[in-house]
């Protein structure tokens, strides 16, 4: 790499444990909040990338209260809360369909145990999907009025996942990155599954299998045509924040 190209710096965070992530629930596009360690977890994300000395221009989050609030919480801890937010729909976590809320045993004890593997290993695999007149359903929710109803989920595979937030991804995302602006994306495990899979080129079943760590900075540093030159995770040692790369 020519030491004169200059990379732009893209950190995706996925927020800290909700309460229903700690009971062991579906949660998608369930409104909940941040259990105490999830806020926790917010703070400290905030701490590790003010003492790695990150600074952003823009923020984006999707449209529900547990990234919003670890965004919250980890740039009141940076110094940097006056930051333009940009909160959408399209960031939302993967809709569970008919299992949001339902904890592991009992989904499977309803639908049978195969529906809910396969929609956890197979990237095209949809769940149970909910009825339209479901109370779940975006449709019938106040804050979904202004989107579109045919665009509106019933229940995802990571295929419909990837679909919803690429328009977000190639009209905004992109072009902000090619401006060389520094963003900071708050949102959800399977959602930034698909940011990733855009990033660095991964197939349906490396998707599958990717983890993503919950309140740890995983940071990328792009060449101009957003190949990444450098992934690593931020993470703490007594002297303040290191980078560990993945």
Known sequence: MNEKQKLTRLVLLRHGQSIWNRDRHFTGWSNVALSPAGEEEARAAGQLLKQAGFTFDAC????????????????????????????????????????????????????????????????????????LDDLRAPVNQPCYASVDRSQLPLGESMQHTLERVLPLWQNRIVPEIRAGKRLLIVSHKNLLKTLVMQLEGLTGLQVMRLSIATGRPLCYELDASLRPVRRYYLSALNDGARKAAV
Do not use: K
Request: with cysteine; aromatic share 10%; glycine share 6%.
């Open 60 to 131: 984006l989050t999707s449209g529900l209260r547990r990234a919003q609030d670890t965004l919250a919480l980890a740039l009141s801890t940076m110094g940097q809360q006056n930051l333009p937010v940009y909160r959408s729909w399209r960031l939302n976590e993967r809709h569970y369909g008919a299992l949001e809320g339902m904890q592991r045993w009992a989904a499977i004890r309803r639908f049978g145990l195969w529906s809910i593997v396969s929609c956890q290993i197979r990237f095209n695999a949809s769940p149970p999907c909910l009825a």
